[in-house]
């Protein structure tokens, strides 16, 4: 059996819209993210379960990693033996954690292991965006390559293989809160303006290209300084109850930045200390999040996807 785990991610990483995401790795452990496993089977079975099974269409053929192997099987691999592959579905739906990412990048992840099908990371990369782009309303890399690569990465169809790495201050924790709701993310992508000024586009061009270049010359302080999303966060903000107050809130904290994490609404902060993100973290479980949130403290998980 090959059992793969593909990580959450925090889209957009607040600079970078559609082209900047990052991976998380709870301090605490947690396997934050989803499991596929897949094994030999007389014919192609598909399995959801998890905590977030039910949240999710009960007809498999509307389920992206059943959607994943059809593809799969029809045009990738044709004679790979018949499997059963069960998704653990661990991330909430509509969560800006990247949750329908992580079920296609383990997916494919998983299957290209399992038929030893070796194929090249900017062809799986391409692969899996196709499928990110069917639910979320758009083709975007900013989910798929951290959950695959790991770390922080600046991502796109202009970008070399696909995607780059970049540096963070080691130092830097990550409070990551998903609220108990969810907000689909095609419905948070069409609330955007469908065009940005001249002005605006030069400014964000700006933005993401000091931001990058500082993080590569270890200029990290200076890089938080100019660490905020003028793109998309004014426009979701009001989608997202609470996230005015806890943005008000926290940097009295110690958090230096406080964000939608991809189309929300997880919000997320960054914070220097460890005393910082567990003051940040506390105010977020008594004042954002409901029965059905969480918060934790992460890292950036380094290793992305991997096997079990
Ligand atoms: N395996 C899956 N994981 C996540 N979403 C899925 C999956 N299969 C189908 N979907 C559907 O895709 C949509 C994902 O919603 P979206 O808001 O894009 O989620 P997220 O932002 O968490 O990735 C939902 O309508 C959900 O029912
Ligand atoms: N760049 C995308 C990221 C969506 O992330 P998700 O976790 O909400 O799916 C966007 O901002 O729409």
Not at 104 to 114: E, G, I, W, Y
Not at 177 to 199: C, D, I, Q, W, Y
């Amino acid at each position: 059996m090959i059992e793969v785990y593909a990580p959450a991610s925090i889209g957009n990483f607040a600079v970078g819209f559609d082209a900047l995401g990052a991976a998380l790795a709870p301090i605490d452990g947690t396997l934050l993210g989803d499991v596929v496993a897949v094994s030999p089977a007389q014919n192609d079975e598909f399995i959801c379960s998890g905590e977030y099974a039910h949240k999710l269409p009960s007809d498999a053929s509307e389920n992206l990693a059943y959607q994943c192997l059809v593809h799969f099987r029809e045009h990738v691999a044709p004679t790979m033996p018949s499997v059963k592959l069960e998704l653990k579905k661990n991330l909430p739906i509509g969560s800006g954690l990247g949750s329908s990412a992580c079920s296609v990048v383990a997916t494919f992840a998983a299957l290209d292991k399992f038929a030893d099908t070796k194929l090249s990371q900017v062809q799986l990369i391409e692969l899996m965006a196709d499928f990110e782009a069917i639910v979320s309303g758009g083709r975007h890399y900013d989910n798929i390559t951290p959950c695959y690569l790991g770390g922080l990465q600046l991502t796109g169809d202009l970008i070399p293989n696909k995607s780059i790495a970049l540096p963070v201050d080691e130092s830097w924790y990550y409070v990551a809160a998903f609220p108990g709701f969810s907000l689909n993310t095609a419905k948070a992508r069409s609330v955007l303006p469908k065009e940005l000024t001249m002005h605006a586009s030069v400014e964000f061009a700006q933005r993401l290209s000091a931001f990058s270049t500082l993080l590569l010359t270890s200029r990290f302080d200076e890089a938080l300084s100019i660490m905020s999303d003028e793109i998309a966060e004014p426009y979701r903000a009001p989608l997202i109850a609470g996230f005015n107050e806890a943005k008000l809130a926290l940097p009295d904290l110690g958090a230096e930045i406080v964000s939608i994490s991809g189309a929300g609404p997880t919000l997320f902060t960054v914070c220097k200390t460890l005393a910082a993100a567990q003051q940040c973290a506390q105010w977020l479980e008594q004042n954002y999040i409901n029965e059905q949130g969480f918060c934790h403290i992460c890292k950036l998980d380094n290793a992305g996807t991997r096997q079990l």
